[in-house]
Every structure is written in C-alpha cells, then in structure tokens.
Nanobody
Framework: QVQLVESGGGLVQAGGSLRLSCVAS????????MGWFRQAPGKEREFVATISWNGGTTYYADSVKGRFTISRDNAKNTVYLQMDSLKPEDTAVYFCAARWGGTSKIPIDYAYWGQGTQVTVSS
C-alpha cells in the first residue's frame, strides 16, 4: 500500500509559478512510476505529466509542455511538479499517482492516488 500526500497548491495570478510536491509512504519509492493529473470542475481527470523510476524519461500533456516540469527525488520519496507561466485554464485539483510498470498517461493505469491539491489561476 502506498500513501501519497500532495502540497503546494494555492491561488496565483496568470503568468505566475507554483511548485507542487507529493510525498510517498512507499519503502521502495524508486520502483514506482509517478504521474500528475488534474481535474477541473465538470471535466474528466486528465493527464499532466509522468516520470520514470530514475527520472530519465518524462512525458507531458501538450497543453503544459514547455511550461511544467516533473522531477523526483528518490532519497526523499518525493515527486515535484514545477508549474511556470500559469494560465487560468490550468485551474484544477492536481493529483499525484503511482503505478508499477512503465510510464502511462491513462488514469486507470495508476493504482495509488493522493487526495489532491487545489490550484487556482486568476486572470
């Protein structure tokens, strides 16, 4: 069982930055693929970014490519999402998730989820 706890959300003006963190309880954190997803009101949960076990491979949604950066620190059991040049359409609850196996952009592939952290970008 893996428990994930996100933090770092908040209210920011358009063009600003936030860094989300997700701390995992797993003893073998480095074995897990980690991902970030988001869900806006009335919309389905969507993929944002994912990172391989050693950080060597990353994938991003087209909507955030060039603005967001996913990274991980296995010594701290933590995955990060640096979000720059934020836009109002980035407003959503952001979730981190963990899975075994390869990277995936599909929410149902992830077995473990955090409770989410709210990000609100004002125009």
């Amino acid at each position: 069982q893996v428990q994930l706890v996100e933090s770092g959300g908040g209210l920011v003006q358009a063009g600003g930055s936030l860094r989300l963190s997700c701390v995992a309880s797993a003893r073998t954190f480095s074995n897990y693929i980690m991902g970030w997803f988001r869900q806006a009101p009335g919309k389905e949960r969507e993929f944002v970014a994912t990172i391989s076990w050693n950080g060597g491979t990353t994938y991003y949604a087209d909507s955030v490519k060039g603005r967001f950066t996913i990274s991980r620190d296995n010594a701290k059991n933590t995955v990060y999402l640096q979000m720059d040049s934020l836009k109002p359409e980035d407003t959503a609850v952001y979730f981190c998730a963990a899975r075994w196996g390869g990277t995936s952009k599909i929410p149902i592939d992830y077995a473990y989820w955090g409770q989410g952290t709210q990000v609100t970008v004002s125009s």
